[in-house]
């Protein structure tokens, strides 16, 4: 009985010691389970802003002007349209500002307006490979994740596409916990452009002038995007306009197939399981880039992998080896239509259109390298060097980096850039600086363009390049290709100076000595043309500028202080403004003297400027002269055709000021027709 | 003593150097003693330091160089005026006169 009645008991204990047990553990892990759950994207940076770069209040409006340019250059681009971009900046409160971008781009369909301005990580490029500024599609629905949180204000869009007649208005905010779009008011209306997208955003932010402004972002976006034209309000109504350059756009870049170099096991094994081929082979040859199918046999071979096995069913092991197997084989470098860089001319016409206020005084010949491969991926380096006029001596250089065409204005110290600037001993090019390291000292930019289809950048906020030796030291080598031409600058500028000595040697002191000793020995001056040819020897190029009514004279000597009659063609590359005189021939963009000039001689010739108030200083080129012998200009650079073909392009803008020109002329012939 | 006359010659004589360098051609040059320490030498016979046997071409293909040799030539113009008048002066008077 006692048992009986022991064995229920002792079970009801048993039992509910076990259930306290299990109570005791499952209730820890289920309280934990209550807690966990998934953390949206959209809430996870909304906690992390400075993951995305809204760290402070100044760095919030340049970041949230940065995506909103982007996306619509992008666009613009995208499409073939040369962009024309409007932002605006007003003051709403002391630390509230409205942001408004326009542009002039194909539109968003309106089913799509919500979702890519109101939903995290939802884009067009992420899965492309090609060289684009937006990636993630985080940029843009990251700002109005900023505005809503700071200010509570919802993001105002309006787009209109050229098939449709009405434009759509849309007001959303993002819902952070399912990271979707929650519109607020969504109405078609009339906007009185065939086509393009208006941004309105609202934030919590500071507005300054000078470093690390909106204002330098857009100056530095205008010069590796030459072919953009934008528009800048700021908040007290000041407007500038950062002209187009050229009406040329950047040609398409081209969607490629990953490299074998660059790819990571788990991608490997995702593009075999959703690949629609049914051989291993013709997985390699469709998917991937330069894999050739003798080269796909090849790595199936160093892989001791069968080509006919289907890539589905590929396991781990085997990922492996074919990853090692294609490290094993040779491979051309991936296809570089996919990028697209600025090119060495349209680098100095951007530096030209946007720093040619400074004057400086010399604009090095920009370079541009080859194509090169970081783990698979193509990139190109470019760079480019402003020296002299009035920019500071005393200060460091400045440095204009850019990834993809966009600025880059934060954490210069991380970025392989500042890096690779630091490693060169610019003392040995005309620089001074400290030890033969870190950042020169002079009155120097230099700029330097990363275009890859992936730029390595340490964060999402992307404001430095990672430091890949491969693509440090590309920028290392075009910066001693920028060095070495400063170096020759530097030279010819000193050799220069101490000629202009010996100028006044044989126009002044020399006729001098001949009258005097003349005197002496009471006989006739001498000519003196031989003596002087032997103590110059060059011919000697030289400009002198004369300002009145707006008009600017320039005055060219050419002088022949050698003892050979020389016969040249020199060209005159002037900075800005429109010829409207000269005794040369005026080309399209340049003018052009065919000389011929007798040994100790002079020429001189002219060409008058409009509109040219910040006049610098004109290049020089001569061509069919040893160059060596010349002084005040430069032999011809062996881009001039290439740079004649560009240029007539870019004029075809100006041509419409032109045609105007000539509408005017018929008027005014028709005019006389009328009178007589 | 050198007579005035042979003054006015070898005078003549740097001048027609310079003018002869010229009227062919070639940069004009003259040679001086060398102004330097191991170029001077005791003259017995005089008392006096004088200078030695070491040359210098100064010629006018350097500013300096072509300066020096306009200066000589005034200064050679000044001397033969001086002779002219039988006049006689100190080399600082000369740049106080001049």
Known sequence: MGFAFKKPHLARIFKGVCVLAIGCAMGIAHRMAKKQREISVAEFFEKNKQILGFDSLTKALVVSVKEAVDNALDACEEAGILPDIFVEIQGVSKDEYRIIVEDNGPGIIRKNIPLVFGKLLYGSRFHAIRQSRGQQGIGISAVVLYGQLTTGKPTRIISKIREEEVAYEVLLTIDTKKNAPRIIKETPKLWDREQGTRVEVTIRARYVRGKQSVYEYLQQTAIVNPHAQITFVEPDGKKTIFKRATDKLPPPTREIKPHPHGIELGELLNMARNTKAYRLTSFLTTEFSRVSPKIAEEICKKAYLYGDMRPQEMSIGEAKRLLEAFKKVKLMAPPTDCLSPIGETLIKKGLKNVLGSLRPSFYAQPVTRAPKVYSGNPFIVEVGLVYGGELPKDQPVKILRFANRVPLLYQQGACVTTKAISSVDWRRYGLEQRGGQGIPVGPAIILVHVASTRVPFTSEAKEAIADVPEIREEIELALKALGRQLRLYNVKKERKSKLSEKFFLVTKILPEIARKSAEIVEKPVPPLEPVISKIMNVVWIDEEITKEDGKTKVKVRVANYTSKAQHFTLYGDYPIGAVIETDGIHEEDYIKWNIDIAPVSYRHLYFVLEDADKYGETNYYVDGINPNIVIGAEPLPGDWNIKLSEIEEILEEEGEEEEIEEEELEEDLEEVMDDE | ?98
């Open chain 2, 1 to 98: 003593m050198m007579s005035s006359q042979d003054a006015l010659e070898r005078l003549y004589k740097i001048a027609e150097e310079i003018y002869e360098d010229l009227a062919q051609g070639e940069i004009p040059k003259m040679k001086l003693a060398a102004r330097n320490r191991s170029n001077i030498v005791f003259n017995n016979r005089y008392g006096v330091w004088k200078y030695g046997d070491a040359k210098i071409t100064r010629s006018a293909k350097k500013l300096d160089g072509a300066y020096m040799l306009l200066r000589t030539l005034y200064v050679m113009e000044f001397i033969k005026e001086m002779i002219r008048d039988k006049k006689s002066s100190t080399l600082r008077e000369m740049y106080y006169i001049s």
